[in-house]
């Protein structure tokens, strides 16, 4: 007896449905997991974690903060960069910040949960630090010396023309001191909480300043990764670093040198993105061979 048309479609369709769950569902997923356990991929699937005397402290494909539990940095270990997913290296809160080349204008606000600072703000709030912590210069084009973005709201007479009429540095309030005294003949003012001077009519207005245009501190060390995960730093980054981690573990430059230089990855096949210094892996070598004082 012959079915129905409707009902063998139907069927064909239920038998279609549990041949690909069979094999997308169960063959396709247990064979990947098959050829991740295979000799030299095994270690990447598993996650490529890291013991120290028999302990897990970490993955080599994770980066992770070495500060105190202030979240100050700890000056025995090199730092990595900084990170945007949840509170630092966050895995189920990967993410970026978000923040493009044209947040420069800070939210100043009397609640600190309705301030937030623009992403040029926050470069220059690293390097003053990084500059501190490694004893180089942390200035910055179009940074002020306190370490924030060095932008003014200009206001003119007929909106974008005209002689200037008033000057607000937005990103500074008081206490701090205009890192300009004037702009084109007008005092240069501080910006108040809750004022929205770019609604208001003001031109923003980037100033670049006198830092040296090739800084001393490295992007990498200024600037989140795009998953905020990263866990290597530029060598440029690590060289910086390497005066301070002597001096703190009573090393030889040379020989703190020469671990970076063990710990460095070269470019992907030889050629794609840039050399990397994985920071955990070249920590634990450095608790292994100098211990801090």
């Given at each position: 007896?012959?079915?129905?048309?409707?009902?063998?479609?139907?069927?064909?369709?239920?038998?279609?449905?549990?041949?690909?769950?069979?094999?997308?569902?169960?063959?396709?997923?247990?064979?990947?997991?098959?050829?991740?356990?295979?000799?030299?991929?095994?270690?990447?699937?598993?996650?490529?974690?890291?013991?120290?005397?028999?302990?897990?402290?970490?993955?080599?494909?994770?980066?992770?903060?070495?500060?105190?539990?202030?979240?100050?940095?700890?000056?025995?270990?090199?730092?990595?960069?900084?990170?945007?997913?949840?509170d630092g290296?966050?895995?189920?809160?990967?993410?970026?910040?978000?923040?493009?080349?044209?947040?420069?204008?800070?939210?100043?606000?009397?609640?600190?949960?309705?301030?937030?600072?623009?992403?040029?703000?926050?470069?220059?709030?690293?390097s003053k630090a990084?500059?501190?912590?490694?004893?180089?210069?942390?200035?910055?084009?179009?940074?002020?010396?306190?370490?924030?973005?060095?932008v003014?709201a200009?206001?003119?007479a007929?909106?974008?023309?005209?002689?200037?009429?008033?000057?607000?540095?937005?990103?500074?309030?008081?206490?701090?001191?205009?890192?300009?005294?004037?702009?084109?003949?007008?005092?240069?003012?501080?910006?108040?909480?809750?004022?929205?001077?770019?609604?208001?009519?003001?031109?923003?207005?980037?100033?670049?300043g006198?830092?040296?245009?090739?800084?001393?501190?490295?992007?990498?060390?200024?600037?989140?990764?795009?998953?905020?995960?990263?866990?290597?730093?530029?060598?440029?980054y690590?060289?910086?670093?390497?005066?301070?981690?002597?001096?703190?573990?009573?090393?030889?430059?040379?020989?703190?040198?020469?671990?970076?230089?063990?710990?460095?990855?070269g470019?992907?096949?030889g050629?794609?993105?840039?050399?990397?210094?994985?920071?955990?892996?070249?920590?634990?070598?450095?608790?292994?061979q100098?211990?801090?004082?």
């Amino acid at each position: 007896m012959r079915l129905p048309t409707w009902i063998a479609q139907h069927l064909a369709a239920l038998r279609a449905v549990l041949v690909f769950t069979v094999l997308l569902g169960l063959v396709y997923p247990l064979a990947l997991v098959a050829v991740g356990q295979l000799p030299g991929l095994n270690h990447k699937t598993d996650g490529s974690l890291i013991t120290s005397g028999g302990t897990t402290v970490g993955s080599a494909l994770i980066g992770q903060s070495f500060t105190d539990a202030d979240g100050n940095p700890v000056a025995r270990y090199f730092q990595s960069r900084p990170s945007a997913a949840g509170d630092g290296y966050d895995p189920t809160s990967t993410s970026a910040s978000n923040l493009g080349p044209e947040s420069v204008v800070d939210t100043i606000a009397i609640d600190p949960e309705e301030a937030s600072e623009s992403l040029l703000t926050q470069v220059c709030e690293r390097s003053k630090a990084i500059g501190e912590l490694d004893g180089v210069d942390g200035r910055r084009p179009y940074c002020t010396d306190d370490g924030v973005g060095a932008v003014l709201a200009v206001f003119r007479a007929d909106g974008l023309t005209g002689p200037v009429t008033r000057v607000v540095s937005v990103n500074q309030a008081a206490p701090a001191t205009p890192f300009l005294p004037e702009y084109q003949g007008v005092t240069v003012e501080l910006a108040q909480p809750g004022e929205d001077y770019v609604a208001a009519g003001g031109v923003v207005t980037p100033i670049r300043g006198d830092a040296p245009a090739d800084p001393a501190v490295p992007a990498d060390a200024v600037t989140a990764s795009a998953s905020g995960l990263d866990p290597q730093i530029s060598p440029a980054y690590a060289e910086l670093q390497v005066n301070r981690v002597a001096r703190e573990r009573g090393a030889d430059p040379a020989a703190v040198r020469k671990l970076v230089k063990e710990h460095t990855e070269g470019r992907g096949l030889g050629f794609l993105g840039e050399p990397g210094v994985n920071v955990l892996e070249l920590n634990l070598a450095l608790d292994k061979q100098f211990a801090a004082r």
